[in-house]
């Protein structure tokens, strides 16, 4: 099959993040199996999902994990001009479809040049590491890893993580991290003021609290300008509570975006911010005892990506696309678990992030023919003795 029929293929399975993944994933299990190669199935808990592995090559260190999600995100309520779930080829020379650029054109880049991988006399191996559940907060990946971990007896060096990026490759991205807190303070007339706790006060404590702490990292000079902003962003994206200006509100919702360069620690601002909100119950619990902020996190931590400027992957990249040039992302991805996980670690994929989760999701047919030399010279590199 080639690139673009794959990617027909793929598209058709309408599969959003946090849903069963089953079809998607068994049906490129039988396409992988089909060329002899061994897959191994990693399951969530209830079996509903499953990341897949498989190594193509011989069982020998130094080989490329090729990462890609088979997760979509939704398209309720965004205008598409035709069916999101079909490949339309359009006379601008773009394939449209949910997917088509994030981030199933890079499966089938990998997926097409499998015969040749299968055929080509791999000194060092290639990988396939595909998941579920990326676009809802990197949740498959961590149990990805530790199966490659298990499963193969040699050490794959490097990661190239397809993520749209017009095959630019990328070495950093920030953390996310995204907590969900509920603060419950006490209801009463708006003049008792000082004997209740007002939910919507302690919640505007909570974000002026978040906006220091920004600015306090950066008076404290933690600052990288290969990122754009070159700091750690701490964000209130959401804040709910109170129903009348007369009534003190006894319930508040307010929901944080941390993005903290790679320099800073996500954990160590997130225990900060429990321990900001258990004082504040400890000062109001006197004058109302069932006063209580419940902080918890809307997904882990998607870690950062801090790939070395004098990383092997950058010259790997560079071979395969001839762009040695690197950059750097705002955006999560799966990298970040890669890179922390030992690998050296690169995102660089065909199509462009600004087609990425939007109505009418395209990839040019051009960017699906580079994405697939790409893979095509890392099998001719990996037949070399690089
Ligand atoms: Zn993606």
Redesign the pocket.
């Known amino acids: 099959m080639t690139t673009q029929e794959i990617l027909k293929k793929l598209v058709a399975f309408p599969v959003l993040g946090g849903e069963n993944n089953l079809e998607i994933i068994h049906w490129i299990k039988s396409y992988i199996e089909s060329f002899g190669v061994t897959t191994t199935l990693v399951p969530n808990e209830d079996n509903t999902k499953a990341s897949l592995h498989c190594r193509i090559g011989p069982s020998v260190d130094g080989g490329v994990i090729l990462s890609g ?1 088979t997760d979509v995100v939704p398209v309720k309520g965004q205008p598409w001009e035709t069916n999101p779930f079909e490949l339309i080829e359009k006379e601008d020379g773009n394939l449209y479809a949910r997917g088509s650029c ?2 199933k054109g890079y499966l089938s880049c990998c997926l097409a040049t499998l015969p040749e991988m299968v055929k080509a006399d791999l000194k060092t191996p290639i990988y396939f590491a595909f998941t579920y559940d ?2 809802i907060g990197c949740l498959g990946v961590a149990s990805l890893i530790e199966d490659i971990k298990k499963t193969y007896s040699e050490t794959p060096k490097y990661a190239i993580i397809g ?2 990026s017009m095959l630019q490759p990328i070495i950093g991205q920030k953390s996310i991290h995204i907590i969900d807190i509920i603060v419950n303070g006490s209801q009463g007339h708006s003049s008792r003021i000082k004997q209740e706790v007002s939910a919507v006060h302690e919640a505007a404590k909570i974000v002026i609290w978040a906006e220091e702490k920004m600015n306090s990292l950066i008076d404290f000079g933690s600052t990288d300008e290969r990122f754009t902003p070159p700091h750690s962003s701490l964000h209130v994206g959401t804040i709910n509570g109170g129903i009348a200006p007369n009534i003190i509100a006894n319930k508040t919702t307010l929901s944080l975006d941390i993005r903290c360069l790679p320099q800073d620690s996500a954990e160590t601002i997130y225990e900060e911010l429990k321990n900001y909100c258990k004082q504040r119950e400890k000062e109001q619990q006197p004058v109302f005892s069932g006063f209580k902020i419940d902080v918890t996190e809307n997904h882990p931590i998607v870690h950062a990506l801090n790939t070395s400027e004098d990383s092997d992957a950058i010259d790997l990249i560079g071979r395969i696309t001839g762009n040695y040039n690197w950059t750097t992302v705002s955006y999560a ?1 799966e990298a970040g678990y890669f890179s922390k996980a030992g690998y050296e670690s690169i995102i660089c994929g065909p199509g462009s992030i600004k087609q ?1 989760h939007r109505a009418n999701e395209f990839i040019s047919k051009d960017q699906l023919q580079k994405g697939t030399e790409m893979i095509q010279s890392l099998v001719k590199l990996l037949e070399t003795t690089f």
Do not use: I, L, R, T
Request: charge should be negative.
């Open positions: 999600h994030d981030m990326e676009e993520e749209a991805s990425a």
